[in-house]
């Protein structure tokens, strides 16, 4: 069974309600929803977690080694703070995407950086909850 995970970081449950003019007004449910709907089209499986606790993130990361053929991540804050789960992308084979809804280079200074993005298969940015299944569609497309 091919199977992607999809983790969403701290405050991503507060999704369509939070700040809707920065982060759209999309629910987090209706973007796992989506990407899962999506992913079925190839015969793919999505799991999701959303958790706002580091150590929690973590653990998922280092157990997707030979369960998952991608993960796709958006850390929330987590991207520029960080290095533990920098090191734990690091520790993994499997790939990663990371992906925020924000242009986050066009916000605050300190959202410019990511601890994350150098050890990342890629970064997307900035378009909406389609950069999840953008991220998506990598994996499926190299994994055809």
């Known amino acids: 069974m091919k199977r992607l995970l999809l983790l969403n970081g701290p405050n991503l449950n507060l999704l369509g309600n939070r700040e809707p003019q920065v982060y759209g007004s999309a629910t987090l449910e209706s973007i796992v929803q989506d990407v899962t709907n999506f ?13 706002n606790h580091e ?51 066009r916000r605050e200074s300190f959202r410019h950086t990511s601890m994350l993005a150098p050890v990342c298969k890629g970064q997307i940015v900035g378009l909406g909850s389609i950069g999840y299944r953008l991220a998506a569609t990598v994996f499926m497309e190299e994994n055809a």
């Open 39 to 51: 992913a079925k089209t190839f015969d793919y499986v999505v799991e999701d977690y959303q958790s």
């Open 55 to 105: 150590g929690e993130l973590i653990d998922l990361i280092q157990q997707a080694e030979g369960k998952y053929r991608g993960i796709i991540f958006n850390p929330g804050a987590y991207t520029h703070t960080s290095i533990a789960l920098r090191d734990a992308i690091s520790s993994i084979s499997v790939p990663v995407i990371e992906v925020h809804l924000s242009n986050v280079h």
